[in-house]
């Protein structure tokens, strides 16, 4: 089983739709929880962290679930910009070594 | 938040040879990382950089083959010695950098290679 994993998509979406992804982690000590976004033939880039609370940042709203292992992220009002491949990151317990997902590849279509 | 810039940013190499990559940050920082990526794969992470020790690798990862140096807090180097094909991959350097609340890694462009 991988340590985290992400259903690869993709997800093609009209422009303004709402899209949700998931992901779950495998390590129950892991403490830190992101998600990432890498356009194409780019270095990956902090989206946002994960809180237990939930979060929100404008359009983004992520949620973690520790009992069941699971991350989302919902992405409100797709933009074309939105598209890109996102990354569900956790840290290896309560350290700062990150394990990546494969990643979920958004289209956002006119 | 932390500017990193590498080099080269791209090479093509024959097989058997060997290339460094260099990671400069604007900034000293306690951790640095070196990543792999392959195609169509997400990041493996290689090794943590140390400043004045040996690196510490992954499993599956060893110092001949990925020797790193960090001679002080801002610059990292990674060598991938003996290249063959299956070594071409993005290598990317990352820096770990507390913050306000959350803990950040930031990630530099990336170094493309490709081996023949």
């Known amino acids: 089983r991988k340590e985290v994993e992400q259903d690869p998509g993709p997800f093609n979406v009209p422009e303004g739709a709402t899209v949700a992804f998931n992901c779950t982690y495998s390590?129950?000590?892991?403490?830190?929880f992101f998600w990432y976004r890498q356009d194409c033939r780019k270095e990956p880039k902090l989206l946002m962290s994960?809180?237990?609370s939930g979060n929100e940042d404008g359009r983004f709203t992520a949620q973690l679930n520790r009992a069941s292992q699971y991350i989302s992220l919902l992405i409100r009002d797709s933009k074309l910009s939105d598209s890109a491949t996102y990354l569900c990151v956790v840290t290896r317990g309560g350290g700062n070594k990150l394990t990546f997902g494969t990643g979920t590849q958004l289209k956002v279509e006119l | 938040s932390a500017v990193i810039s590498q080099k080269p940013s791209r090479d093509i190499c024959q097989r058997g040879t060997s290339l460094t990559i260099q990671c400069q940050v604007d900034?000293?920082?306690?951790?640095m990382f070196w990543y792999r990526q392959q195609p169509g794969q997400s990041l493996t992470l290689i090794a943590t950089?140390?400043?004045?020790?040996?690196?510490?690798?992954e499993s599956g990862f060893v110092i001949d083959k990925f020797p790193i140096s960090r001679p002080n807090l801002t610059f990292s180097t990674l060598t991938v010695s003996n290249m063959s094909p299956e070594d071409s991959s993005i290598y990317l350097c990352?820096?770990?950098?507390?913050?306000?609340?959350?803990?950040?890694?930031?990630f530099g462009p990336g170094t493309r290679l490709t081996v023949l």
């Open positions: 990352s820096v770990f950098t507390p913050g306000q609340g959350t803990d950040t890694q930031y």
């Open positions: 994960v809180y237990s």
């Open positions: 390590n129950s000590a892991s403490q830190s």
């Open positions: 900034s000293q920082v306690t951790m």
């Open positions: 950089a140390n400043q004045g020790s040996e690196a510490t690798y």
